[in-house]
């Protein structure tokens, strides 16, 4: 028995025309998929740059003798100058 594998060529021509708008069709979404993926990370960030952070800085200062002042209620005590 001769297995017969051929495909009439409209039925060919066809397929690939369908093939072909299909490929257009991904190509196009996939362009639109990175374009929004684009256009949402800057609305993110243009809204997240929106707010007004605060700096979290402590000024530390010293008091020449050797012991830092650390905020104003330390309960630091000079030691040795306690009795003067």
């Not at 952070?53 to 530390?60: D, G, N, V």
């Not at 905020?71 to 003067?84: A, C, H, R, W």
Request: proline share 1%; charged share 20%.
């Amino acid at each position: 028995m001769e297995n017969n594998n051929n495909v009439p060529y409209i039925v060919y021509e066809s397929a690939v025309a369908s093939h072909e708008r299909i490929t257009k069709r991904l190509f196009f979404a996939l362009i639109f998929c990175i374009v929004l993926l684009f256009v949402s990370n800057a609305l993110w960030l243009y809204h997240w740059c929106q707010y007004d952070y605060t700096s979290t800085e402590t000024a530390y200062t010293q008091d020449g003798e050797g012991l830092n002042i650390i905020g104003d209620s330390n309960n630091v005590t000079d030691e040795e100058n306690k009795d003067k």
